[in-house]
């Protein structure tokens, strides 16, 4: 069961920036920090963004997290065709005493 | 270059056991957390089970009469069995690496825990 929200879609032309957001509660974002996953539809998901605003290694600084409140968001900027995937938010929930998932958005490259 | 492979059996009949196994190459299971994630198809992910280096473990509470996740140190393996299944069980399962740890702000702990290192994935499909 997803508990944080995000929007389903979003889209962008090349070179364009695009933000996602992730919206939760005080038991998951509010309390914890937030990770970002990229998954290309048939494949595994792949860490993008960790403790928030974090890059693993070899992932472009074009990706980059901000999070407020009960609220995160994932901007890619100079969006590139590649790009084309489904994000997910995820986060420690103290309540649940376990993980929590984002409803997912597939950005599109027009 | 630490790596993750998984196998198991991909059709089952409603009722049976889901029995999924994760091997780790290239690293140690040492010092970090192990765990199963779902997708249903066309849905989103779902947190299954976590297991720590010292084999205790954290059921979702929506799956944890039906949940058992172990570890083998000798084998460098994780394991995972669901019985039961049914047709609402049909999904891709991962196994993957979770880096955790946390930290204080100002007297509150938030824990910081990211899934790095993922399994290719194997699709267990319910059906009689």
């Known amino acids: 069961q997803s508990v944080l929200t995000q929007p389903p879609s979003a889209s962008g032309t090349p070179g364009q920036r695009v933000t996602i957001s992730c919206s939760g509660s005080?038991?998951?974002?509010?309390?914890?920090?937030v990770n970002w996953y990229q998954q290309v539809p048939g494949t595994a998901p792949k860490l993008l963004i960790y403790?928030?605003?974090q890059r693993p290694s070899g992932v472009p600084d074009r990706f980059s997290g901000s999070k407020s409140g009960t609220s995160a968001s994932l901007a890619i900027s100079g969006l590139q065709s590649e790009d084309e995937a489904d994000y997910y938010c995820?986060?420690?929930?103290?309540?649940?005493?376990?993980?929590?998932f984002g409803t997912g958005t597939q950005v599109t490259v027009l | 270059q630490v790596q993750l492979q998984q196998w198991g059996a991909g059709v089952l009949k409603p009722s049976e056991t889901l029995s999924l196994t994760c091997a780790v190459y290239?690293?140690?299971?040492?010092?970090?957390?192990w765990i199963w994630i779902r997708q249903s198809p066309g849905k989103g992910l779902e947190w299954i089970a976590e297991?720590?280096?010292?084999?205790?473990?954290n059921y979702n509470p929506s799956l944890k009469s039906r949940v058992t996740m172990s570890l083998d140190t000798s084998k460098k393996q994780f394991s995972l069995k669901l019985n039961s299944v049914t047709a609402a069980d049909t999904a891709v399962y991962y196994c993957?690496?979770?880096?955790?740890?946390?930290?204080?702000?100002?007297?509150?702990?938030?824990?910081?825990?990211?899934?790095?290192?993922w399994g290719q994935g194997t699709m267990v499909t319910v059906s009689s």
């Open positions: 403790s928030d605003d």
């Open positions: 297991i720590i280096h010292s084999g205790s473990t």
């Open positions: 995820a986060a420690w929930d103290n309540s649940l005493n376990g993980y929590v």
């Open positions: 005080t038991s998951n974002i509010g309390r914890n920090t």
């Open positions: 993957a690496r979770v880096v955790s740890g946390g930290y204080s702000d100002s007297g509150i702990y938030r824990s910081r825990r990211a899934f790095d290192i």
């Open positions: 290239g690293g140690s299971l040492s010092g970090y957390n």
